[in-house]
Every structure is written in structure tokens, then in C-alpha cells.
């Protein structure tokens, strides 16, 4: 994928959590390989890079293929300033790296994110190993290089052993093989697809009237409206076990007139309603879908 169709085609920065090397980093450079990565300790921090005009585009998890939704990312999106611009899918490899010269069989713990040491069992259940839980990949993988200790290995990206220095001593050590990443692409300003750009997916945020199946009610529209909603997650704001909000993907653009339709009758049983970005589907909905 290139930016070309997907967002807009900027000069500058882009945006991500984490440190050199991690996956994050990765998704930068297969979507925007013209722009510079810029490493964000925490996701509020990538979003404000963007906010301040350090960077003109952010790269943002969402969910995952094998973990699941990635966490306080739901929280964090309608409060953030910035918009969806596009989309992009990571394929997820994991490496086993070590030293140097390091021997795959005088391995015996291995450090990574707690989701990296979950998606890959196998082969840390096979070669017995103790686990130990880093902050990220890349920050793993760079312990690993700093710790100078032949037994401690990193579960990290080939961009990660390039960066750091490091050996893999086994390649794509992950359990699952479709185990994939959907990033957001977020941008200061909005800039929705054409109506006739081709597949459109359309994202918002929602709260509920507090009256009897409002959620039924709300939702019921995208049904006879014949509109694909292809994400619904749900959130408590604020602690609050009363005070829900939603989180939705729909397929189609909302000048289209089945899906302004069913974005009408959302809106008579919502107190709240945001449209967070319009933006051409990633090719890899379509791909997944052949597939199925």
C-alpha cells in the first residue's frame, strides 16, 4: 500500500507509539515510506505531535487479529482533535533475537509486550523458556542489546534486530498465521473520501438515549437501510457503569443515500454522535474477504 488513495500525500513526519523497531514503526514505513517516523513514548504523545504540528500524520493501533482491541485506544480517539484519514493492515512477524553468537539452545528467558509473549506459546512453551513481560518490542529488543546476556532474548521485528544489533535465532515464531494489526492513519485536519472513490469505510462514535432499547432502536436503521457495520465496540466513560459509549465501522460513504438514511435514525436515539473520518478501505478487506 502506498499513502497515494488512502490519505493524503504530506511532506514531514508521521507518528507512532513506541520505540525504533516496533511494529508500529513497521506500518510507517510499508504506508508511508516518504515520510519520517517519529517515536512517541505514548499514544497521547503521537496524537499531540500531530496537534502541535511536529508531525503531519499519526499511525495508530486499533485492534488486532489475535488479541483483540488494543487498549484506552477507544477512550483516547474522540478526544484527540485529529480525524481518520485512512487505514492500513500489518501483517505481524515475530522474531526470536538474541546476541550476537548467541545459541538457540542457551536460551533460557525471553522478554517482549505481554500481547507479543501471548501470540507466540508455542514456541516459548517448546524451547521452556521464562517469560518476561517488556514495555514494548522494540524496548525489549534494545534491553536485550544493552543487558549484553547470552541466555536473554528479545521478541521483536527484523526492524528491531537491525536497528539494535541483534542475531534472530528463529524466524516468525508467531502461533497464528493471519495474525494481524488495523491502524488508523490520523491527521489534524479531516479529508473524507469522494463519494465515488470506491469502498468507503465510515467511522463514529455514539451514546444512547437512556430510554427502553434505545441500542435496538439506534442500530435498526443499518438493518433496513441494508448498511454493512462491520465494528461495534462498547466502552464505559468514565467508570461509570450507566454511561456507555460506542464505538462503530460501517461500510459506504454518508452522501450515499442508504447509509444517510440509517445515520438519520442513529442520530433520533443518540445524545451523542461523532463522525470521526470517511476514508477509502484498506485492499486487504477485500483480500480477507475472498478468502472467507
Do not use: W
Not at 534486530?161 to 492513519?185: C, K, S, W
Request: charged share 20%; glycine share 8%.
Amino acid at each position: 500500500m502506498t499513502a497515494k488513495g488512502n490519505a493524503p500525500e504530506r511532506p514531514g513526519r508521521i507518528a507512532f507509539q513506541g520505540e525504533p523497531g516496533a511494529n508500529s514503526h513497521l506500518a510507517c514505513r510499508e504506508a508511508f515510506p516518504h515520510l519520517e517516523a517519529l517515536p512517541c513514548a505514548t499514544f497521547e504523545d503521537a496524537f499531540q505531535a500531530v496537534v502541535d504540528g511536529d508531525s503531519a500524520l499519526a499511525m495508530i493501533p486499533i485492534e488486532n487479529s489475535v488479541h483483540g482491541r488494543i487498549a484506552d485506544i477507544h477512550h483516547l480517539l474522540p478526544e484527540s482533535g485529529l480525524y481518520i484519514v485512512g487505514e492500513h493492515f500489518l501483517r505481524v512477524h515475530h522474531q526470536l533475537l538474541g546476541l550476537p553468537g548467541a545459541r538457540l539452545q542457551d536460551i533460557k528467558s525471553v522478554m517482549s509486550q505481554v500481547p507479543a509473549l501471548g501470540q507466540c506459546r508455542h514456541v516459548i512453551r517448546e524451547l521452556k523458556l521464562a517469560t518476561i513481560a517488556g514495555a514494548d518490542t522494540a524496548g525489549s529488543a534494545r534491553h536485550v542489546a544493552e543487558a549484553g546476556d547470552p541466555t536473554l532474548a528479545a521478541i521483536a521485528s527484523t526492524l528491531a534486530a537491525e536497528i539494535y544489533g541483534l542475531q534472530i535465532l528463529r524466524r516468525d515464531i508467531e502461533d497464528a498465521p493471519h495474525n494481524t494489526t488495523r491502524f488508523l492513519v490520523m491527521a489534524g485536519e479531516p479529508d473524507d473520501a469522494d463519494v465515488d472513490e470506491g469502498p468507503v469505510v465510515t467511522s463514529f462514535v455514539f451514546r444512547v438515549r437512556n430510554i427502553p432499547a434505545a441500542l435496538y432502536k439506534a442500530l435498526g436503521g443499518f438493518a433496513t437501510s441494508g448498511v454493512n457495520m462491520t465494528k461495534l465496540e462498547s466502552y464505559q466513560l468514565e467508570g461509570s457503569f450507566n454511561a456507555t459509549q460506542f464505538y462503530a465501522d460501517i461500510e459506504g460513504h454518508p452522501h450515499e443515500r442508504h447509509v444517510r438514511l440509517a445515520l438519520e435514525e442513529l442520530k433520533f436515539y443518540t445524545s451523542y454522535l461523532k463522525v470521526l473520518g470517511v476514508y477509502r478501505a484498506h485492499p486487504y478487506r477485500a483480500q480477507t474477504a475472498e478468502g472467507a
